[in-house]
């Protein structure tokens, strides 16, 4: 590695905690000694600082409940006003409206627009004729010309705008302040109010301002830490994210720093109050960030004065137009608006906004900045100078080997240092115990053991001398020096290293070897730099200069300088100013004062002791992390260059813009007003962009730019010789320019490419401003608008013709793909080749006969008003939709299912359209109807076998009601036929019984009066009928046995009583009786 080897040897400006720091005696007693070692010359001793560091003279003299009083009420009276502040605005801006609209216009027969511009101009116009008095030019007497002119020419609205935008941004600039102010509060309401202290013998719990230096505080777990201090017992973990930036609790145990208001885990802790009230770090931090807040950097200071020759210049200008335009009818108006887009309130706010945000973020993150004006210098560094102890390294050794001698092993060498280390309190000693017991070897007790200070201790173990300390003590008690020792001390000077000699029994068993880490970060802090663009990365110590070649090695650094004077370091650094360099000063902040006030930019660690480092220091890192360095470099630059961002592209840019809309008579003073108001409100949220983040633009790129170069040198680098160092040190030379340019050619192409449009072929354009409609229409070629968001431009075309599907929608990009549809549809065809996506939810209706069906449709529309159809409606498309759906339903609930399948359809669809179309018309959204359609018309598909088992019972019954009908017409003639021929023979058998009744009427009374006249011949007669009934259907001879002779037969038969003579001929059937 390349030496700079500037400046004369000389002491050490840091005595290595290890080489010849002397400290107190240990608890052991007066004869004990805590230092011994030696250095790479044998001649240096190791010895540690006193149990405790001294109090601060004037702890006791500030309490802490005055300045967080003060805070508190400073904060609170200033929420208070801003609150009274925000209500006013409200207020006005609510009446402003009502003004506008009309609502309300007058009070007491005076303009309300009037009356809101005095009253809530009364504070602009106070401090205006103030500022006058005093022959002072305030950015305010902008505004109150720009009021008092526009209520000269009557237009009172456009003066109450401008005064409503005044407070307005006045209120932003509160709010972006606000934040800070509470980012300050949140670290004051860290520290609790009380503490629990032991005051002989008993706990007491007593405000924080009434507690003493050196009283024990005992902090229990879960609670906030009331004071610095030290901690005497216990061992726990500590969360100071908010002191030092770090994320993960800090292990703390005895001799351990801890702060006020940090945050106490999961053990008890007794702490020795070191400092209270004011002179707590967590005041100090918050005293810092005030008085940053109240430091103008040097962009700041040239805002200002700024400020003071825009007014006249706005004059000037508002004159000129006045005069130029004078002979035109609204020539007052435009230098009337002239004034009001040019109220210099975006300029006023560009800076303090953006700095006030950017020191809140960084006090959360850890770091101090004192001010604006070093945030500024910080971010113009080219050159960084690095202190090494405490800064580059830890600040504090560690074991790194152990040598052994003699056939000794490592376990041995430890086994007899701890043995005589043990009883020490001294740094090294604690060390080498450490190291011992990470290998399992515990300390054996010693008898006669004794401390040299300076050199070193000895004792025997097991009747055994045994030393430890330097070349010198084993000298003094006559161990000889073997070649092998020689050459292991020559070796750890080389490399700035300090050695524990190690001897027993007269002979040296080995060495224990200390040395000063490298802080794990800072070797990619110092390649982050360098990406960043910084030219040179120094180191300059106090140190030897074999131990700073090493650590210069291994941090990255080629340009380094050793055994340098405190003196000699801040003569460098202004050598190094003196050729044009900006030079930033890293240092521990403990005896790099003259360094960090002669640099540029003093940054300090704060781990080393803070309260020695505010004043040399412009920049105090709240924890002893150095990968806050290049973030802070990088956060630094991203907040100058909004600043300028602010000034340039928001404060001016849009100003001029506005003045030369004005001046042609293209803006009316309420416009510009919006405008004035908008490029506030821009500088505003831009400067809070800080708030939100840590990592920039700039810094994105740049990682970006890392890692792509990374993969590029990875992948073609073995065939083109490409590196990553070249590509990265490529990019570091063209970063600048291309920040630079980038700045003016990305507003610029902003511009160009929101306010130049081209309306195509079959398009219109719509402009809108500020949501008004300032051009409909505009017809096909080039065009000009007010960048975005000012004015807005929509594409439309009109003449297309739309459609709103209803009960299915067409998969996107397969409306054209090849049909796999069969040529007739039935009502259980599937739509099929997936082109088609159902919506049952609109698709299902009910008919006027209460049938469920299933409607797809078809609505074909255009767009009749261009405004309308895009701004009336959120979504036209979905309200065409969403109305042509409850047309169809309404009409299809009038009309029976059976029109709706067959002959009805053309009606539905006409009644459909004309329905939709009445009700887009209430809607206004400026759609015209074309054609309703009826595409797919059946029940549904999940019901349809049961709708074709429904229809064919359906058939089935008007079979049978028909078969019943024509048998009834067959059957009911049959049936009367039959009736008739029934009646007729009953007629004929009542006539036959009734003749043959009055025939037997009629013989019974001829028999009654032959009986009478003959009764015995009566009686015969009566006796053969009987006889004659009783033996029916049998053949019988009847016998007169009275008569002989001859004899005449009477025989009986179906015919009735017949006589035969035997040997005659059958006379003939005589007349039989009538049954």
Avoid at 603 to 613: K, N
Wanted: charged share 20%; hydrophobic share 45%; glycine share 10%.
């Amino acid at each position: 590695m390349p030496e700079v080897n500037s400046g004369p040897s000389g002491p050490h400006e840091h005595p290595h905690p290890h080489q010849g720091a002397a400290h107190g005696a240990t608890a052991h007693g007066p004869d004990e000694h805590a230092s011994h070692g030696s250095g790479p010359t044998g001649e240096h001793s190791h010895s540690g600082a006193p149990p405790h560091p001294h109090p601060h003279p004037h702890a006791h003299d500030h309490p802490p409940s005055g300045s967080q009083g003060r805070h508190h009420g400073h904060a609170h009276a200033h929420e208070h006003l801003t609150w009274r502040h925000l209500v006013f605005t409200v207020v006005m801006g609510a009446l402003l409206i009502m003004r506008w609209r009309g609502v309300v216009t007058t009070v007491a027969s005076v303009d309300l627009a009037l009356i809101l511009t005095l009253v809530g101009g009364f504070p602009i116009f106070y401090e205006t004729i103030q500022g006058l008095f005093e022959k002072r030019i305030i950015a305010e007497l902008a505004v109150a010309l720009a009021a008092v002119a526009a209520l000269s020419i009557g237009e009172n609205l456009a003066a109450a705008v401008v005064v409503f935008i005044m407070l307005v941004g006045h209120s932003l600039e509160d709010y972006a302040a606000g934040r800070a102010r509470r980012s300050i509060r949140a670290l004051i309401e860290q520290s609790p109010p009380t503490a629990t202290i032991r005051r002989e013998g008993a706990e007491v719990v007593v405000p924080v301002e009434e507690v003493r230096v050196g009283e024990t505080a005992l902090v229990r777990p879960g609670e906030r830490i009331p004071v610095d201090g030290v901690v005497l017992r216990g061992v726990s973990g500590v969360d100071q994210a908010f002191i030092t930036g770090e994320s993960l609790p800090v292990d703390k145990q005895p001799a351990d720093e801890v702060f006020a208001g940090t945050l106490n885990g999961e053990g008890a802790l007794e702490v020795e109050v070191r400092r209270v009230g004011e002179d707590t770090t967590l005041a100090t931090v918050v005293r810092l960030v005030e008085q940053a807040h109240l430091k103008k950097a040097p962009v700041q200071r040239l805002a200002d004065r700024y400020a003071t020759f825009f007014v006249p210049a706005v004059l000037v200008i508002a004159a000129l137009t006045y005069l130029l335009t004078r002979g035109s009818p609204d020539g007052v108006l435009r230098a009337v608006t002239v004034l009001v887009v040019t109220c210099p309130c975006a300029l006023v706010l560009a800076t303090p906004t953006a700095v006030i945000c950017a020191l809140a973020r960084l006090a959360r993150d850890g770091v101090l900045v004192k001010g604006g004006a070093a945030l500024e210098l910080l971010s113009g560094v080219d050159c960084v100078v690095f202190d090494k102890t405490g800064t580059l390294t830890r600040g504090t050794p560690a074991v790194v080997g152990v040598e052994c001698f003699d056939d000794a092993t490592e376990r041995e060498v430890l086994a007899a240092a701890a043995a005589v280390e043990a009883p020490s309190e001294h740094l090294l000693a604690r060390l080498v115990v450490a190291r011992a017991a990470t290998t399992g070897v515990a300390p054996q007790p010693v008898d006669h053991w004794v401390s040299h200070p300076g050199r070193g201790v000895a004792g025997e173990l097991a009747g055994t001398q045994v030393l430890a300390g330097n070349l010198a003590l084993l000298e003094e008690n006559g161990v000889s020096m073997p070649g092998s020792v020689t050459e292991a001390l020559e070796r750890s000077s080389q490399r700035g290293e300090t050695i524990v000699l190690v001897a027993a029994g007269g002979t040296v068993l080995g060495a224990v070897r200390f040395a000063d880490e490298l802080r794990p970060e800072a070797r990619g802090a110092v390649h982050q730099l360098a990406h960043l663009g910084i030219g040179r990365v120094l180191m300059l110590t106090g140190d030897n200069r074999a131990a700073a070649s090493v650590m210069a090695q291994a941090a990255g650094i080629r340009e380094w300088d050793a055994e340098l004077l405190p003196e000699q370091k801040a003569q460098r650094i202004t050598s190094l100013q003196g050729v044009g360099h900006r030079v930033a000063m890293v240092g521990d902040g403990v005896n790099d004062a003259p360094s960090l006030a002669a640099a540029d930019v003093g940054l300090a660690m704060g781990g080393t002791g803070i309260d020695l480092t505010l004043d040399a220091a412009d920049v105090v890192f709240m924890t002893d992390d150095l990968s806050k360095l290049p973030r802070a470099v990088e956060f630094s630059r991203a907040t100058v260059s909004l600043i300028k961002q602010n000034m340039v592209v928001f404060a001016l840019g849009v100003n001029a813009a506005a003045i030369l809309a004005a001046a042609l008579g293209k803006i009316t003073p309420i416009t510009g007003a919006v405008i004035h108001e908008v490029s506030s409100l821009l500088v505003v949220l831009n400067s809070m962009r800080l708030l939100l983040t840590g990592r920039t633009l700039e810094g994105r790129i740049g990682r970006l730019v890392s890692a792509v170069s990374r993969g590029v040198a990875t992948v073609v680098g073995p065939c083109t010789g490409l590196s990553w160092a070249g590509l990265s040190a490529g990019w570091s030379r063209v970063r600048g320019p291309v920040n630079r340019w980038g700045r003016v050619a990305v507003p610029l192409g902003y511009l160009l490419a929101t306010s130049v449009f081209a309306i195509c072929p079959r398009e219109v354009g719509v402009v809108r401003r500020f949501g008004h409609v300032v051009a409909d229409g505009l017809r096909p070629g080039l065009h000009l608008k007010w960048p975005y968001p000012v004015e807005r431009l929509t594409r439309l075309q009109p003449e297309y013709v739309r459609v709103a599907e209803i009960g299915y929608r067409t998969v996107a990009g397969k409306a054209n793909a090849p049909s796999l549809e069969p040529a007739a549809y039935e009502w259980s065809t599937q739509h099929r080749a997936g082109r088609f996506q159902k919506i049952p939810d609109e698709s299902l209706m009910f008919s006027g006969d209460e049938i469920l069906v299933e409607v797809n449709a078809v609505c074909q529309y255009s767009v009749r008003d261009n405004a309308a159809y895009l701004f009336n409606a959120a979504n036209a498309d979905e309200l065409v939709r969403s109305a042509a759906e409850s047309a169809l339903r309404e009409t299809v609930r009038h009309t029976p299912s059976e029109a709706i399948f067959t002959a009805g359809r053309h009606a539905v669809e006409q009644h459909a359209a004309e329905e939709l179309q009445q009700m887009l018309d209430r809607y206004r959204c400026g759609v015209r109807v074309h054609r309703f359609h009826l595409q797919d018309v059946h029940p549904p598909i999940e019901v349809v076998d049961a709708y074709r088992d429904v229809a064919s019972a359906y058939e089935e019954k008007t079979t049978l009601v028909n078969q019943a009908e024509a048998y009834r017409n067959e059957q009911l003639p049959l049936a009367r036929g039959k009736a008739n021929q029934e009646r007729i023979g009953a007629q004929g058998y009542a006539v036959d019984r009734t003749n043959r009744a009055a025939g037997d009427a009629a013989r019974f009374r001829q028999f009654s009066e032959a009986y009478e006249t003959n009764p015995q011949v009566g009686r015969i007669r009566l006796h053969l009928e009987a006889v004659d009934e009783t033996l029916a259907d049998k053949r019988k001879v009847i016998l007169d046995k009275h008569g002989s002779g001859r004899r005449q037969l009477y025989l009986l038969d179906n015919d009735g009583l017949q006589f035969r003579v035997p040997g005659l001929e059958q006379l003939g059937p005589s007349q039989p009786y009538p049954p």
